[in-house]
């Protein structure tokens, strides 16, 4: 019994800053004259703790030892920090309060301002500018309905344009690329699948609650690359948008042509995205291959030209 009350003296200290010999003897109630031996018995261990006299006095453990001894190592401590505020400005969720809260208080207080600046020096932040109420609203309802394993229910638009009603036992929540997905079961398919969040929309979180079942987001979205048909481009930039293609593609799929403009090559999906995507260039891009989607492009833009006319 004097061991596990040792123990729990030990990371009480840990977790902490500085405890008064009077809160743990009330903790463990026992008298402080008892507290004060079980100090006397770590210190006989090697653990090292000082007592501190006068109005913040009390025990603690140094500084250094703390940091020594522990399984975080500072610069862990800083990347955990970094990624929970940036989670916590999504979700606003108070156990990750209490993971920063935990975190914080290993460090010691010589290291605390060498910490809070590190951490301001990498904001993560996945949430994109001018977010609004709603769409928060949306990823808040999911993420407890995960988190209580409650029904949903929604209305989705997939990428074709068709709206139907789902019902889904709600898995995991995915950031991935520039957007926000849900990982489900759902009802209507009678399997799991992957819902992009900008195409639902009145999320209803139901009272039903389900079992999670065993599965795992990565095998269905494995299954799915693998099924993607790709198309090899060959494309021809203009020097005026040079900035904007070094920004979005690989340095080894870029060539520089002798009179500024960049020839890149890659691939991307087959499907009506990659027209979308090729329009929005304008004049600062031309399809050299296939010719195909030249082809494509060429009609697109006279029924665009057709709109504009006089």
């Not at 009350?5 to 003897?25: E, F, G, P």
Request: proline content about 2%; hydrophobic content about 40%.
């Amino acid at each position: 019994m004097k061991l596990d009350r040792l123990l729990s003296i030990v990371i009480m200290l840990l977790n902490r800053q500085r405890v008064q010999a009077k809160d743990l003897a009330d903790h463990f109630k026992i008298s402080v004259r008892t507290i004060y031996r079980d100090i006397d018995a770590i210190n006989r261990a090697g653990i090292p703790i000082v007592t501190h006299q006068g109005h913040n006095g009390g025990l603690e453990i140094v500084d250094n030892y703390k940091i020594d001894r522990q399984i975080l190592t500072l610069q862990d401590m800083i990347s955990m920090l970094s990624v929970l505020k940036g989670m916590n400005s999504t979700f606003k969720d108070r156990q990750i309060d209490n993971a920063i809260e935990k975190i914080h208080a290993l460090v010691p207080q010589s290291k605390q301002e060498y910490v809070r600046n590190r951490v301001d020096q990498i904001i993560i932040d996945v949430m994109p500018w001018g977010m609004n109420n709603w769409q928060k609203d949306k990823m808040l309802s999911l993420q407890k309905s995960i988190a209580g394993n409650h029904l949903v229910k929604f209305s989705y638009r997939d990428s074709n344009g068709t709206k139907s009603q789902r019902t889904v036992e709600p898995m995991t929540l995915i950031f991935k690329a520039t957007s926000w997905y849900i990982f489900a079961y759902c009802h209507l398919r009678n399997d799991f699948r992957i819902f992009k969040l900008t195409r639902i929309d009145k999320v209803e979180v139901l009272e039903e609650t389900f079992t999670r079942k065993a599965a795992d987001y990565r095998e269905h979205d494995r299954m799915y690359s693998g099924n993607v048909k790709t198309i090899r481009l060959v494309i021809r930039f203009s020097q005026e948008i040079r900035h904007n293609v070094e920004d979005y593609f690989e340095k080894s799929c870029l060539e520089y042509l002798k009179n500024g403009d960049i020839k890149a090559t890659f691939d991307l999906p087959d499907n009506d995205w990659v027209i979308s995507y090729l329009l929005s260039l304008g004049e600062h891009a031309e399809v050299l291959k296939p010719e195909k989607i030249r082809i494509i492009l060429q009609e697109k833009a006279k029924k665009v030209a057709a709109l504009y006319q006089t």
